[in-house]
């Protein structure tokens, strides 16, 4: 399968929580084990007039960190996280979100990720960490 087919099936796999934040996974390196993933986000997920509220923003890093490692490891069914630390740095208004993540490590049964989100200004406006488990297809 080559980039662009990838990118078009992971896209029609992505959930609802996902879908109504208009995301869309534009970028990844399998390599490097990193994504990229665009949002377009509405004012009815913000506070104080377009200000998008940190959940979030927590989910659209947590979509970004995890689609980096389901790209990156084609044999993980699903990545449950263990632990989440989000870090909110800028403001992140309503429009055109951009979400990058990436595999720190991964081990047989652990992967630790990072994330950063960027505004529509160009500034990372929040990063994160998290530790999630991987469950893997079973070989037969």
């Known amino acids: 399968m080559d980039k662009q087919a990838r990118l078009e099936y992971n896209n029609s ?14 970028d990844f390196d399998m390599e490097a084990a990193t994504c990229e993933m665009h949002f377009a986000i509405g004012e ?20 970004a960190m995890s689609h980096s490692a389901f790209i990156s490891q084609p044999d993980i069914l699903a990545l449950p996280t ?21 595999v720190v490590k991964a081990g047989r049964s652990t992967v630790f990720l990072e994330g950063h989100l960027v ?3 160009g500034q990372v406006s929040a990063t994160a960490s998290a530790t999630a488990k991987l469950v893997r297809q079973k070989n037969t």
Do not use: W, Y
């Open 119 to 121: 505004n529509r200004e």
């Open 13 to 26: 796999l992505l959930p609802p929580c996902l879908q109504v934040l208009n995301a869309e996974l534009v």
């Open 82 to 102: 263990l632990e989440l630390k989000v870090s909110f740095l800028e403001v992140t208004r309503a429009g055109p979100v951009t979400a990058h993540g990436r």
């Open 44 to 63: 009815q997920f913000c506070h104080s007039v377009d200000t998008i509220q940190g959940g979030f923003i927590t989910a659209m890093l947590d979509a």
